[in-house]
């Protein structure tokens, strides 16, 4: 099994499974809000020239977060 990273070290192009949201408060309540809970999959579908944001394809949507967002979001990277 892969090792836990945050969701922003991932690369364009890169799947991955969501294992963990840390955030707390009003922040992690919004994170989940916006259907980022464990063991949805998504896919890493482009990142803006300076790395912030990110935007992510997940449940039939694109959905794009920010760094300081996406730090408290932690994943699994998945092969192929």
Known sequence: MAE??????MKVDQKGVI??????GELGRR???MGIV???EFMVVGKAPLKD???IRLRDFTLTLR????DFIF???LEG
């Open 4 to 9: 836990m990273m945050s969701l922003r070290k």
């Open 19 to 24: 294992r963990m949201v840390t955030g707390d």
């Open 31 to 33: 994170i989940r809000d």
């Open 38 to 40: 464990p063991n949805t």
């Open 53 to 55: 944001p990110v935007a």
């Open 67 to 70: 760094n300081s967002e996406a």
């Open 75 to 77: 994943v699994d990277a």
